[in-house]
């Protein structure tokens, strides 16, 4: 077992050190096996809950709250920092890559503002499961590795039971710590946290000459980010807070309190109650991923050469726009079961998004339901859409597309190798959710473990966990931020 906390070789205004606030009597409730096994984690149960409940740290990890800033809806807000979270460390896994380990609901640091520290079993588990669905379906995510509860009642819009958990992640430095050091336009600073970014998240680019390695940083996080969005695009994940401080440098999904994967499709599906402009909602995410791209780059334009500046952030910007239009309509493509580019095929998937929109069709059973119909003689109809003339010539047009295809046979296989049968939506977490509060973790394993294979039939579980949602109450459940 090999740990360590590179974060301490860096200035030391960039944290403060400090202990967790132990959760005393912590239970802990799950632990991550697949993960803990690929970072080559061999902890006993016992040394696990210690972890997790703050108590006792494995040697070579010492816990610290990081320093950052960042935009929150729109607004640099200059205070911000870990508030209820410690960076514990990293592990360093069989292939010598470094993977943060943080330790959420940790208690008060420097950073906390008026917040309490805490975290609650609530959005623990949100947390928890969401970062492995993304993962199971080939999202970067940031992961959780291990949870914990005690009979602590912490006070959100009710008493809540108070949880902690360890997060893994490829790295916890924010765009925000990016405008942070702009803010104080500490250029030391900022060359020292792009080094250590590089060093233990992007070692590929130690082989470029320094301003070199400087401006494809910048691009490949671009790029990444696009690529990042273009993926939940496609799953119909809204993040649900899209502040700058929870954009990763390493482009993972991360800090999804509120997160939704989509029900019945809409454009402007707005997952986050708290967000009553709609500044998150589904159909913004491409473009706010770009508007945070900007402030980052903007604020990582201190470290670039000045005569070279404006050409690099252009590039940079370009490539993000770039890569979303192009990973987006991949995706989409082959949601759509078809592998051959064609030109129509912008429009083919907008106008199907569009008819789907304005008819309440669930998002992921429509793909399902697509790659059946393949298998069926030509001339069924898809008996989720209306039988509206708009949705005959949409159908035709597709009809006509797939003929383009070079191996039509191998349509309906690939709609199902992109479309999920279990997915987790909000009413599946909220069941979880009550389960586990009234103290049966059972349905959490059993969620858990199906989530990772999401492109199998999982008969352990509820037959209508893979029915979209029925019941009014069921869809579209928004969340707050509260957390
Ligand atoms: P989040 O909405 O989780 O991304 O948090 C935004 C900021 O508020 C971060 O600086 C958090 O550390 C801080 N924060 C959120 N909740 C709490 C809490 N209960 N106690 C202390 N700080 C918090
Ligand atoms: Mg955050």
């Known amino acids: 077992m090999n740990f360590c906390n590179r974060y301490f070789e860096l200035p030391s205004h960039f944290y403060s050190q400090l202990n967790a606030e132990p959760l005393h009597e912590a239970v802990l409730l799950h632990a991550n096996q697949p993960l803990l096994a690929s970072l080559s ?8 809950r210690q972890m997790t409940s703050g108590q006792t740290l494995p040697p070579g990890l010492s816990s610290l709250a990081q320093k950052y800033t960042g935009h929150q809806f729109g607004y640099y807000n200059p205070d911000l920092g870990d508030g209820r979270g410690l960076l514990l460390g990293q592990a360093i896994d069989p292939k010598h890559r470094l993977w943060d380990l943080h330790l959420k609901g940790a208690g008060q640091t420097p950073y906390s503002r008026r917040g309490d520290g805490r975290a609650v079993l609530r959005s623990a588990i949100r947390e928890y499961l969401g970062g492995e669905a993304l993962h199971a379906l080939g999202i970067p995510s940031t992961r959780c590795l291990s949870l914990c509860h005690n009979r602590e009642a912490v006070r959100r819009e009710t008493y809540e039971p108070r949880a902690a958990y ?4 490829k790295t916890h430095v924010r765009f925000g710590h990016f405008e942070w050091l702009a803010e104080h336009r500490d250029l030391g600073g900022m060359q020292q946290l792009t080094d250590y970014v590089i060093d233990t998240v992007y070692p590929e680019l130690r082989a470029l000459n320094p301003q070199e390695r400087y401006a494809e940083l910048l691009h490949t996080i671009l790029r990444n ?12 994940f809204c993040h649900g807070v899209l502040n700058t401080d929870n954009m990763s440098v390493a482009a993972e999904t991360f800090d999804f309190g509120p997160y939704a994967f989509m029900d019945d499709f809409k454009i ?5 109650h708290s967000d009553t402009e709609g500044r998150y909602a589904y159909s913004q995410q491409p473009n706010i991923g770009l508007w945070n791209c900007q402030v980052f780059a903007q604020a990582y334009a201190l470290i670039l050469d000045e005569n070279q500046r404006d050409a690099i952030l ?5 490539g993000y726009v770039e890569t979303y239009n192009q990973r987006y309509l991949d995706k989409m493509r082959a949601k759509l079961g078809l592998q051959t580019p064609q030109p129509q095929d912008r429009e083919l998937v907008a106008d199907l998004l569009m008819l789907m929109d304005q008819a309440d069709i669930d998002f992921q059973h429509f793909f399902l339901e697509l790659a059946t119909l393949q298998t069926q003689q030509a001339g069924s109809w898809h008996p989720l859409a209306p039988a509206s003339k708009a949705w005959r010539l949409w159908f035709e047009r597709y009809q006509l597309r797939c003929q383009l295809e070079e191996n039509p046979s191998q349509i309906a296989q690939t709609i199902l190798q992109h479309t999920p049968r279990f997915v987790l939506r909000n009413y599946i977490n909220q069941e979880v ?3 586990a509060e009234h103290g049966d973790f059972n349905l959490l394993h059993r969620v858990f473990d199906a989530l990772r294979a999401p492109f199998e039939q999982h008969p352990e579980l509820p037959q209508h966990y893979y029915q979209a949602p ?6 579209g459940i928004a969340l707050s931020c509260s957390s």
């Not at 402007?268 to 986050?272: A, L």
């Open 314 to 318: 252009a590039d940079a910007i370009n």
């Open 166 to 169: 360890i997060r893994v992640a």
């Open 470 to 475: 029925r019941l009014a109450s069921q869809k």
């Open 225 to 236: 980010t696009a690529d990042l969005i273009a993926g939940w695009q496609s799953v119909g």
């Open 41 to 48: 984690i061999g902890l006993e149960q016992e040394a696990l």
């Open 433 to 435: 959710i009550e389960a």
């Open 268 to 272: 402007h599906h707005i997952c986050n």
